[in-house]
């Protein structure tokens, strides 16, 4: 069974996309097949997959949400530099939401759209928009998970129990499986006792979901879709790097140990699974 994987926060700049890619390019690292998939109309993933222009993109996940014809075959990309697939985005995808207002089951279009590929990924993770409309509410009925980075200064704490409530109507009414994965802080600023402050609030608040990972601020991730590269290709041995590894390998782990957050003990496939997995 695929993995799906919500990278959420309905409060923009706190490393969604960051988090998305690298995310995938680790875990992809590591040996596992994985799919990406932009669900925010700015098209940042898809930029930073190494499309630079994915305005002229003739198919997107527009198209795949909104016309029933389309399948996931006829959109998917490739990143041969991280090694994964990607379904892309751009500014089409703004006009979404009002196309899929009228239709019937408007919350499950991106998750009966998905069905046909479980199993050929191990791992789905989708880079979600900054807000709580319908195209969240389709990344959230469609997962198995929710991961969410949390900028580690006051307003993004506050941002959390608005996103905790849409998570619990989700459970309630749209997707029961749906669990947190955990809560990344991003942003982190070390230096400055207003990030150790409000780490220290997170972890408080939410004892059993905040990974023991921070990832610190640092110019490297805003360089790296100029490149068209994730962290891990772009500054391999930084310490943007190996938090998104450590990252990897406690979403990994959780799969092994009951949802269980940690990071220690290796997070490699076995070789075997990798070959059935690349056939």
């Not at 097949?33 to 002229?56: S, W, Y």
């Not at 198995?144 to 849409?166: A, H, N, S």
């Not at 949802?259 to 070789?271: D, F, K, L, Y």
Request: charged letters at 25%; hydrophobic letters at 40%; aromatic letters at 6%.
């Amino acid at each position: 069974m695929t993995r799906i994987i919500s990278v959420a926060n309905q409060k923009g700049g706190v490393g969604k996309t960051t988090t998305a890619v690298n995310l995938a390019a680790a875990i992809a690292e590591a040996g596992w097949k994985v799919l990406a998939v932009d669900l925010d109309p700015q098209g940042h993933l898809t930029i930073n997959m190494g499309c630079r222009r994915p305005d002229e993109l003739e198919r997107t996940i527009y198209d795949l949400l909104t016309d029933h014809r389309v399948s996931v075959a006829d959109v998917l990309l490739t990143s041969e530099g991280m090694g994964l697939d990607f379904i892309p985005a751009n500014i089409d995808l703004s006009g979404a939401e009002l196309q899929l207002v009228t239709e019937f089951g408007r919350e499950s279009i991106l998750k009966e759209k998905l069905e046909p590929i479980d199993g050929r990924y191990d791992y789905v993770i989708i880079d979600c928009p900054p807000s709580l409309g319908l195209l969240c509410i389709n990344a959230l009925v469609a997962s198995t998970d929710v991961i969410i980075p949390l900028q580690c200064e006051y307003f993004g704490m506050k941002g959390m129990q608005q996103l905790q409530r849409t998570i619990d109507r989700v459970r309630a009414k749209l997707n029961s499986h749906l669990r947190v994965a955990g809560i990344l802080p991003t942003l982190y600023k070390s230096r400055t006792l207003h990030s150790q402050e409000v780490l220290d609030l997170v972890k408080s608040a939410y004892p059993d979901l905040v990974f023991p990972i921070t990832v610190d601020s640092s110019i490297r991730f805003a360089e790296t879709p100029l490149a068209g590269q994730s962290i891990l290709e772009y500054a391999p041995n930084s310490p943007g790097a190996r938090s998104y590894r450590a990252l990897a390998k406690a979403v990994i782990a959780q799969d092994r140990d009951d949802g269980t957050i940690e990071v220690s003990g290796s997070a490699e496939r076995p070789r075997e699974r990798v070959r059935a997995a690349r056939g």
